[in-house]
């Protein structure tokens, strides 16, 4: 069954659907959600009086170049002042595997697979051969406190079809350095796979660590559990 | 998923919907999100209320009306709760951005509503501008304290230069200041709840000081009324939230929780403000001691740390009352402005910072104009004079829906005891007019002919009441 792929897009923020994402989703099937985040004092509805209809005709044009390349795909449009919130609420609504947050492709492919419960693995893996990149070179990341090894880690990438030589680094981090640590491997890997992973205190009061994350990398950020892979505060998400 | 009827934002007609408790949903399949939950809406409510009914008003009433000035306040929280009270109703039945007009001109037409809602734009810069000025009293207080003295009345100087810098705050659309304003609130309840809990327990005797031993209505019963009409200004924030009823979550419930409660919380709290002033310091005195008299009442129940604690509460809670105001009033233009009753340039928003600029900018030079006549008791009348206008007309609005009943009305919440308290509530609403100066009456009344003028000539063409047809 193909996987469905949640894609949001700040079109009013110059953000564009980069070449090589369609590609990379060929297998899959999309939905674009163009999203326009408010400040609180702007009325959600004052802001889409007057953009609604540029934004319609953006997310038109991405949705036909991802129609051409043969990729079933829906578009919503949504004003907010709670970027997260609204990516949560339609990731459920929409029922999706995974939510890509948009980076340039990298020439290369190589994955960097952050984990925390073996679980999201083999999400990982499935998704992987989905599009085609069973073959690339992967680098593991476990982050602490974890339930499980990297070996264990290994074995479950294994059974979903990837070689075990393609596995060629293995690291452990705290959730605490993650951020940092992604920034000291994104020049290496051109795309980022990341499980749940729960969210700090810290970053639960500063909040955006998605937008950390993206900022962090040169290439597209995939979160297998959606939002709440990193948006979800991590005592709530172990309760 | 539940079926709520709808009002489609631009056009009058209504239109079958899918509106949800999270999200707002537009024609052409856009969606609001509602990310405003119970505590925000009524942070919205207390926040832009509670500047002036603790923080300036009570030596003012006091002066007016002595110890009796408690009854003006509560006369004004029983009118504003016979306004929460349909409001409440209108804005379940249309959980749409744009509040008290939205409901007027629905149900009146073009002309009345085009007048409210031009003239509420007024309102509220009146409004922003009364609470700069306090605010300019109580940074006077702060230069005073810390001995820093000059040799001009610097209050007016003072609130320009806060309206500027709010104007400017937000324009730049900072972000997290739903969380600032939440912090500042609850703060601010925190504050407000200690002084009044010590105060109480001093007025009853329990830590052994006299009382003052006063009559209760000192100057008469008269001025009770004529305090009301002029503390009224106090209570002009719970309408607040309906204007942003697109983005409150679950409305059905949070609408009329977040509008009454917030007038049921604020009355008590400026009741026991007035008791524990008059209690603690001779209402002569208070009357002498002005916008700021609550310092010295602090000073005198809780000594240095008591007046330090108000003063910072005085700063904070003018401020976030006049910026809830001139973000409102940015609201009130945009309202009028999508039924092209006024230009619709005027409420762009530009894509830097996601904020009306324009609107803010206008906004920002009428009330620095008003801020340097310096007149708290005329900006507190006028701004409380317009608002009360549409209070009342929202009275006869409930009345109207219920009489035509359109097929999409259904209202989750229902005022009880209509349709008398509603009557009542319309009454009193414009009766309160009649208790103001006669100076803010004329200002009011000029500035409602002009805006209905403006109605009559700019949007001639305008027709809002097809709904009901």
């Known amino acids: ?239 | 998923m539940p079926t709520r009827p709808q009002i489609d934002e631009g056009n009058p007609e209504p239109l079958p919907g899918k509106d949800t408790d999270e999200v707002c949903i537009q024609e052409e399949g856009v969606e609001l999100e509602r990310t405003i939950g119970l505590m925000g809406g009524l942070t919205i409510g207390i926040g832009t209320m509670i500047g002036a009914g603790i923080f300036v008003f009570p030596g003012l009433a006091a002066g007016n009306a002595g110890p009796a000035s408690i009854l003006s306040f509560i006369i004004g929280g029983v009118i504003a709760l016979l306004v929460a009270l349909p409001a409440s109703e209108l804005a379940t039945a249309m959980p749409r951005s744009g509040g008290g007009y939205f409901f007027v001109s629905r149900s009146m037409g073009t002309k009345t509503g085009g007048m409210v809602g031009i003239s509420l734009w007024f309102g509220l810069l009146f409004a922003a501008a009364f609470y700069l000025v306090g605010f300019g009293y109580y940074a006077f207080e702060v230069m005073y304290e810390i001995g820093l003295t000059i040799d001009f009345d610097p209050v007016v100087l003072l609130a320009v230069i806060a309206g500027v810098l709010l104007v400017a705050i937000s324009i730049s659309g900072t972000e997290n200041t739903e969380k600032l304003q939440n912090a500042i609130v609850t703060l601010l309840i925190f504050i407000i709840f200690a002084f009044l809990l010590y105060g109480s327990l001093d007025a009853f005797g329990v830590f052994g000081r006299e009382t003052i031993p006063e009559d209760f209505a000192v100057y008469g019963y008269r001025p009770v009324f004529s305090t009301a009409a002029l503390v009224f200004t106090s209570y002009l924030g719970f309408a607040q939230v309906a204007t942003i009823a697109g983005d409150i979550e679950r409305p059905s419930r949070n609408l009329p929780l977040a509008m009454i409660g917030s007038v049921l919380i604020v009355t008590i709290l400026y009741a026991l403000t007035i008791f524990v002033a008059t209690s603690t310091v001779d209402s002569a005195t208070l009357g002498v001691l002005g916008e700021t008299a609550i310092i010295e009442v602090s000073r005198e129940l809780l000594g240095m740390v008591g007046a330090i604690a108000i003063l910072i509460a005085g700063i904070l809670s003018t401020i976030s009352s006049a910026n809830a105001s001139i973000l409102a009033s940015s609201r009130a233009l945009y309202s009028v402005s999508r039924d092209a009753l006024v230009p619709k340039r005027l409420s762009i928003i530009n894509l830097k910072y996601g904020t009306p600029h324009i609107s803010l900018i206008f906004a920002g030079v009428i009330v620095v104009v008003l801020v340097v006549t310096g007149q708290v008791e005329l900006l507190a009348e006028v701004a409380s004079f317009l608002h009360l206008v549409m209070y009342g007309l929202i009275c006869l609005a409930v009345i109207f829906f219920r009489k035509i009943s359109p097929e999409w009305y259904e209202p989750d919440f229902r005022t009880p005891g209509y349709p008398v308290l509603p009557v009542i509530g319309g009454i009193s609403s414009f009766a309160l007019i009649l208790f103001m100066q006669p100076v803010s009456r004329w200002v009011g009344l000029i500035i409602l002919v002009v805006a209905a003028l403006w109605t009559v000539i700019y949007a001639s063409d305008v027709k809002l009441k097809s709904v009901l047809e």
């Open chain 1, 1 to 239: 069954m193909k996987k469905k792929i949640l894609i949001p897009i700040e079109v009013l923020k110059e953000e564009s659907m980069p070449e090589g994402i369609i590609d990379l989703l060929k297998d899959t099937e999309v939905t674009l959600l163009g999203i326009h985040d408010i400040p609180e004092q702007t009325a959600a509805s004052q802001a889409s009086m007057q953009y609604k209809e540029r934004i319609e005709s953006i997310l038109r044009n991405i949705k036909s170049r991802f129609v051409e390349s043969g990729v079933k795909t829906e578009t919503r449009q949504v004003f907010t002042h709670n970027k997260e919130k609204t990516i949560e609420r339609i990731e459920e609504e929409e029922d999706i595997d995974a939510t890509l947050l948009l980076n340039p492709m990298q020439t290369h492919k190589k994955i960097l697979i952050i984990y925390r419960y073996k679980e999201n693995l083999k999400k990982a893996g499935e998704l992987i051969n989905q599009m085609g990149l069973n073959k690339s070179i992967v680098g593991l990341m476990l982050v602490e406190p974890e339930d499980t090894t990297l070996d264990q880690g290994v074995s479950i990438l294994m059974n979903t079809g990837i070689k075990q030589e393609s596995i060629k680094e293995r690291i452990k981090t705290r959730r605490e350095d993650i951020v940092k640590e992604i920034e000291n491997q994104s020049s290496e890997y051109g795309l980022i796979f990341i499980g749940k992973v729960g969210k700090s205190i810290k970053e639960t009061i500063l909040g955006n660590i998605s937008e950390k994350i993206k900022k962090a990398t040169y290439g597209p950020v995939i979160l297998l559990e959606g939002m709440k892979s990193i948006d979800k505060p991590e005592e709530l998400e172990e309760s």
